[in-house]
């Protein structure tokens, strides 16, 4: 094998391999249209797309469109997207329709009967000759067309500009066979990575159209935490790109690739799935007590108060119907006055219930009241002795803090667990392995206090220690939920700041959430 052959094949390889690893189709299409001119010392190009653009099976080719220019005698210029008909009415058109190469030693003087026009405007706008031109399609194995590559002015010596028409005619040669050759290889290897990049596409639009679905499902079921998986998502990553900028401190040489960032993103997007399988009425609860619970408490209540109100009337009635208008004003001030002080309590009672049952911290005094209640009696429709407070009515408003008991409380954390085998069953690709993970673990805390597992300090990795502070912020900010009023940002930022310097949070990535205001990076609706 000759050096020539040697150099050419070692050029193919390399742009073979970088064509088969490159996934984003704007740096492709430069990277196609760079090499093709590169290994063929071309000065210009061009590169044309079929549209519509999709899967094989739903692509019809109707039309090319022009999305790539190069051009190494003239600043670059702007173009339009302009589309032409595959047909043969052009270069571009004609190769399309025929799938064939062609090749023009002069542009401006093409075969005799031949249909194509050669299109000027470019050459007269920019004062451009184009003389040399080898068009080929770019076709995959299976027969799709993907595009149209056209190559301009093949040049003996690849560092020359093209400055004026005597430049073109001293440097610019027809291109050769084995240009034609080598670019249809090219042009093939060209389509099949534009191909996958498309389909690459296609498989994350369709990936992105699943989590938004996922998420959307969560938020159907508990309407409260409506947006909230999505800012924790914007919030997490704009902590991660903020850290990613950080050249001192702990967390100076910690670089984020766009890959990590996707993960971030997708994780915080489903980090609460898992509460598909918690119920809703724990999922929705706005207060201590249950709803069904809160009613039949509101209904025992009124019925409280119309039995002393009944019994008031009775007795009047009975006085009087025993012993007429006799004495009658002296019992009537001490039933008034016993009526007025059973009221008074009740009153006191319905305010002891429903601030108990308000999911704040519950005080002392207010436990020994309800449990006074508890013991207390009343009769029922029957005539037998029933409890004033219930006892499961007691269980639920004597929970400490919250609106939850143990059994709910467990019920509301399994869902991390819920989250992370539904997000195990799905195949991810490597670079979003370990969304699973960050999910499952966003309510730890660096102490130990967090759950599922208690995980503490080093264990608990970096991209979780971001989304716990994202998460925290959001749900104490967030204006729709039913069991808290949301709180102003600075007040949220001054909790943060507690859980800091009581050790459940990372303080240096609080300092960089403070600071870098990314906070402020989500906007929530009025």
Same mark, same amino acid.
């Not at 970088?18 to 740096?27: G, I, K």
């Not at 440097?171 to 389909?199: C, I, K, T």
């Not at 808290?484 to 959430?513: H, M, N």
């Given at each position: 094998?000759?050096?020539?052959?040697?150099?050419?094949?070692?050029?193919?390889?390399?742009?073979?391999?970088?064509?088969?690893?490159?996934?984003?189709?704007?740096?492709?299409?430069?990277?196609?249209?760079?090499?093709?001119?590169? *290994?063929?010392?071309?000065?210009?190009?061009?590169?044309?797309?079929?549209?519509?653009?999709?899967?094989?099976?739903?692509?019809?080719?109707?039309?090319?469109?022009?999305?790539?220019?190069?051009?190494?005698?003239?600043?670059?210029?702007?173009?339009?997207?302009?589309?032409?008909?595959?047909?043969?009415?052009?270069?571009?058109?004609?190769?399309?329709?025929?799938?064939?190469?062609?090749?023009?030693?002069?542009?401006?003087?093409?075969?005799?009967?031949?249909?194509?026009?050669?299109?000027?405007?470019?050459? @007269?706008?920019?004062?451009?000759?184009?003389?040399?031109?080898?068009?080929?399609?770019?076709?995959?194995?299976?027969?799709?067309?993907?595009?149209?590559?056209?190559? *301009?002015?093949?040049?003996?010596?690849?560092?020359?500009?093209?400055?004026?028409?005597?430049?073109?005619?001293?440097? *610019?040669?027809?291109?050769?066979?084995?240009?034609?050759?080598?670019?249809?290889?090219?042009?093939?290897?060209?389509?099949?990575?534009?191909?996958?990049?498309?389909?690459?596409?296609?498989?994350?639009?369709?990936?992105?159209? !699943?989590?938004?679905?996922?998420?959307?499902?969560?938020?159907?079921?508990?309407?409260?935490? !409506?947006?909230?998986?999505?800012?924790?998502?914007?919030?997490?990553?704009?902590?991660?790109?903020?850290?990613?900028?950080?050249?001192?401190?702990?967390?100076?040489?910690?670089?984020?690739?766009?890959?990590?960032?996707?993960?971030?993103?997708?994780?915080?997007?489903?980090?609460?799935?898992?509460?598909?399988?918690?119920?809703?009425?724990?999922?929705?609860?706005?207060?201590?007590?249950?709803?069904?619970?809160?009613?039949?408490?509101?209904?025992?209540?009124?019925?409280?108060?119309?039995?002393?109100?009944?019994?008031?009337?009775?007795?009047?009635?009975?006085?009087?119907?025993?012993?007429?208008?006799?004495?009658?004003?002296?019992?009537?001030?001490?039933?008034?006055?016993?009526?007025?002080?059973?009221?008074?309590?009740?009153?006191?009672?319905?305010?002891?219930?429903?601030?108990?049952?308000?999911?704040?911290?519950?005080?002392?005094?207010?436990?020994?009241?309800?449990?006074?209640?508890?013991?207390?009696?009343?009769?029922?429709?029957?005539?037998?002795?029933?409890?004033?407070?219930?006892?499961?009515? !007691?269980?639920?408003?004597?929970?400490?803090?919250?609106?939850?008991?143990?059994?709910?409380?467990?019920?509301?954390?399994?869902?991390?667990?819920?989250? !992370?085998?539904?997000?195990?069953?799905?195949?991810?690709?490597?670079?979003?392995?370990?969304?699973?993970?960050?999910?499952?673990?966003?309510?730890?805390?660096?102490?130990?206090?967090?759950?599922?597992?208690?995980?503490?300090?080093?264990?608990?990795?970096?991209?979780?220690?971001?989304?716990?502070?994202?998460?925290?912020?959001?749900?104490?900010?967030?204006?729709?939920?039913?069991?808290?009023?949301?709180?102003?940002? @600075?007040?949220?930022?001054?909790?943060?700041?507690?859980?800091?310097?009581?050790?459940? *949070?990372?303080?240096?990535?609080?300092?960089?959430?403070?600071?870098?205001?990314?906070?402020?990076?989500?906007?929530?609706?009025?």
């Amino acid at each position: 094998m000759s050096d020539e052959s040697s150099r050419l094949l070692a050029q193919f390889t390399e742009i073979a391999i970088r064509l088969s690893t490159e996934r984003d189709l704007t740096t492709l299409l430069d990277l196609i249209l760079t090499q093709a001119r590169r *290994v063929t010392q071309s000065d210009a190009g061009s590169l044309y797309l079929v549209e519509p653009l999709g899967d094989a099976a739903e692509r019809a080719p109707h039309r090319l469109r022009f999305t790539r220019a190069q051009n190494d005698s003239r600043p670059p210029a702007a173009w339009e997207e302009l589309t032409l008909a595959i047909d043969s009415g052009s270069v571009a058109g004609w190769v399309a329709l025929t799938r064939e190469p062609l090749v023009l030693e002069d542009a401006y003087r093409p075969p005799a009967g031949a249909p194509y026009r050669i299109n000027r405007s470019f050459d @007269e706008r920019l004062g451009y000759r184009t003389r040399s031109l080898l068009t080929v399609p770019m076709q995959t194995a299976a027969g799709d067309l993907v595009g149209v590559l056209q190559l *301009v002015n093949a040049k003996r010596d690849p560092a020359v500009r093209l400055e004026t028409a005597a430049d073109v005619v001293r440097e *610019v040669v027809p291109y050769r066979a084995g240009d034609v050759a080598l670019v249809r290889a090219l042009a093939s290897q060209a389509a099949v990575a534009v191909d996958n990049s498309l389909l690459h596409a296609a498989i994350e639009r369709l990936f992105e159209g !699943f989590v938004l679905a996922a998420v959307s499902a969560i938020e159907q079921r508990d309407p409260a935490t !409506f947006g909230h998986s999505a800012r924790v998502a914007q919030l997490t990553t704009c902590l991660a790109v903020a850290v990613d900028r950080l050249e001192t401190g702990p967390y100076g040489g910690v670089r984020f690739n766009s890959e990590q960032l996707r993960e971030l993103r997708y994780a915080g997007l489903l980090h609460d799935f898992g509460k598909v399988g918690v119920r809703e009425e724990i999922l929705v609860k706005a207060r201590k007590l249950p709803d069904a619970a809160l009613a039949r408490s509101r209904e025992r209540d009124r019925f409280l108060v119309r039995t002393a109100e009944w019994e008031y009337q009775r007795a009047r009635a009975d006085y009087l119907e025993r012993h007429g208008r006799e004495g009658y004003d002296r019992f009537e001030a001490s039933l008034s006055a016993h009526y007025a002080e059973r009221r008074r309590r009740l009153d006191h009672f319905l305010g002891v219930v429903e601030t108990a049952n308000l999911p704040t911290d519950l005080r002392e005094e207010q436990l020994a009241e309800l449990a006074e209640f508890a013991r207390e009696t009343i009769p029922d429709v029957d005539g037998r002795p029933a409890p004033v407070l219930p006892p499961d009515d !007691f269980r639920f408003l004597s929970i400490r803090k919250g609106n939850l008991d143990e059994r709910e409380r467990r019920e509301i954390e399994s869902h991390v667990t819920q989250s !992370f085998r539904f997000l195990q069953t799905i195949p991810w690709t490597r670079g979003l392995a370990g969304i699973p993970g960050i999910a499952y673990a966003h309510h730890e805390r660096l102490d130990g206090s967090g759950y599922p597992r208690r995980l503490s300090g080093e264990r608990i990795p970096l991209q979780i220690r971001m989304m716990t502070i994202a998460d925290i912020y959001d749900a104490l900010t967030a204006s729709d939920r039913p069991y808290q009023p949301p709180l102003r940002s @600075e007040q949220a930022l001054e909790i943060l700041d507690d859980e800091v310097r009581q050790g459940t *949070v990372d303080g240096e990535l609080f300092r960089v959430f403070l600071e870098q205001k990314v906070f402020a990076k989500v906007q929530r609706p009025d």
